[in-house]
Every structure is written in structure tokens, then in C-alpha cells.
């Protein structure tokens, strides 16, 4: 069983930064890709960033590039995401996803990964 969780969310001014970890445990587990989406009430889970684990690569949803980094630690099976200039609209869910291969090229789709966590909260006031 593999598990993702989720650290660092919570209640933040407009502005401000958050430090988002998930740490990816489990048996057998080899980490190809991971991400983050976020979801807000009443709208659609969306991407925020992804990185390949063996490269280092990264991309980022449009809505984020320059405020957010995503980043990962190899030796803790861990990815983190550094958010600075926090909006207002920022305000979700945040989701960390896993993939152990290639699921696909779209790694802004939910169906590249095939673990997720349980999401933590956080909340830009503005």
C-alpha cells in the first residue's frame, strides 16, 4: 500500500508564502513523477506543478509560474511546493499526486498519476 501525505497547509494573508510537503511511503514503491492539484469549492480539481523525479524537470500551471516552486527530495521520497504571493484565489485544497511509471505524456491530467493524498487545506485571506 502506498501512501501520500500531506503537511503545511493553513491560514495565510494575501501575500504571503506556505511550504507544502508530501511525503510518499509505501512497499515496493518507486517514484517516477510527482505533482500537485488543487480544488476549490464548487470548481474542478486543477494542476498546479509537476516534477520528474529522475530529471528534476518541472512545469507549472500558467495561473502559478513565478510564484510557486516545486521541488523534490530524492532520498525522502518527498516533493515539496513553496508557494510565495499568495492570491486570494489560491484558496483550495491542495492534492499531492504520485506516479510509479509513465501513465501518460499529459502530465497536467489527473490519469499521469495513480496515487493521491488526501488533500490539506489552505486559505489566502485577503
Known amino acids: 500500500q502506498v501512501q501520500l501525505v500531506e503537511s503545511g497547509g493553513g491560514l495565510v494573508q494575501a501575500g504571503g508564502s506556505l511550504r507544502l510537503s508530501c511525503a510518499a511511503s509505501?512497499?515496493?514503491?518507486?517514484?517516477?513523477?510527482m505533482g500537485w492539484f488543487r480544488q476549490s469549492p464548487g470548481k474542478e480539481r486543477e494542476f498546479v506543478a509537476t516534477?520528474?523525479?529522475?530529471?528534476?524537470?518541472?512545469h507549472y500551471a500558467d495561473s502559478v509560474k513565478g510564484r510557486f516552486t516545486i521541488s523534490r527530495d530524492n532520498g525522502k521520497n518527498t516533493v515539496y511546493l513553496q508557494m510565495n504571493s499568495l492570491k486570494s484565489e489560491d484558496t483550495a485544497v491542495y492534492y499531492c499526486?504520485?506516479?510509479?511509471?509513465?501513465?501518460?505524456?499529459?502530465?497536467?491530467?489527473?490519469?499521469?498519476?495513480?496515487?493521491w493524498g488526501q488533500g490539506t487545506q489552505v486559505t489566502v485571506s485577503s
Open positions: 509505501g512497499r515496493s514503491f518507486s517514484v517516477y513523477r
Open positions: 499526486a504520485a506516479a510509479d511509471r509513465l501513465y501518460s505524456l499529459a502530465t497536467a491530467r489527473s490519469s499521469a498519476y495513480n496515487y
Open positions: 516534477i520528474h523525479y529522475t530529471s528534476g524537470n518541472t
